[in-house]
């Protein structure tokens, strides 16, 4: 074997050794750009549906109008919702309507006040969280007289009329109970229903199917 074919076999087996560990580099490199494609991805998705929700949170009604819609625009058209369902924050004191994962519309609320759990010694609030359905009992007007309060527009959630959706509450001849309203949206304040203003509670009175998932949380 000459100089010259010792020397093409040399190179030959250097270009081998350097493919072999080049390989796993390049697969590694592969791997790290999709995973930051990947990434960009989610991060790009994150920040359009941050964008919705800041762009459906500034159609909420500022002042709050314990009288009038909580979004200056139309409620949703159910009809074209494939998936309704509910969320309350009590804490944030909202009220959210959902297709899926989608934010439509956001109401003002108010939730039971915190009260001390005797078991627990923590502070909890009277209205139950969990996930609940709506229910059949509806009606234009009620009044509580052991609590000496009514409402209007009310629609049951759970026990069968014992917890509600409801307007703002009113007194015993009916009219509004103007220092409670003014709560709405800003602390909690009920014996343990969701509070809405006059017009979502209507249309939760009128709008609302029976069976619809809400779920209730701190």
């Known amino acids: 074997m000459n100089l010259r074919t ?3 076999i040399y190179a030959l087996v ?3 050794v350097a493919l072999i ?7 590694r490199h592969h791997v790290q750009q999709e995973t930051r494609q990947r990434t960009a ?3 790009k998705k994150n920040k359009k549906a941050n964008q919705n929700h800041h762009q459906k949170s500034s159609h909420m009604r500022t002042p709050i109008d314990w009288h009038k819609s909580s ?5 949703p058209d159910l009809s074209k919702v494939k998936n309704f369902w509910i969320k309350v924050s009590l804490k944030k004191n909202r009220t959210y309507l959902y297709d899926g994962n989608k934010l439509i519309y956001t109401m003002y609320s108010s939730g039971g006040v915190y009260k001390k759990d005797p078991k627990t010694g923590k502070m909890k609030s009277m209205t139950p969280t969990g996930t609940f359905h709506a229910q059949e009992e509806r009606g234009e007007s009620f009044y509580n007289q052991s609590l000496n309060e009514g409402a209007n527009y009310y629609v049951s959630w759970r026990n069968h009329g014992t917890y509600l959706f409801h307007s ?3 007194k015993a001849g009916g009219e509004y109970n103007v220092q409670e309203a003014k709560k ?11 509070r809405l203003s006059i017009a979502d509670a209507k249309w939760m009175y009128s709008h609302l199917p029976v069976g619809i998932k ?5």
């Open 6 to 8: 010792r020397n093409l």
């Open 14 to 16: 250097c270009l081998v």
């Open 21 to 27: 560990g080049v390989g796993p580099e390049i697969h």
């Open 41 to 43: 991805m989610v991060a």
């Open 71 to 75: 979004e200056t625009v139309p409620y």
């Open 168 to 170: 703002v509450p009113t």
């Open 184 to 194: 709405l949206g800003k602390s909690t304040g009920s014996h343990g229903c969701i």
């Open 214 to 218: 809400i779920v209730i949380v701190n």
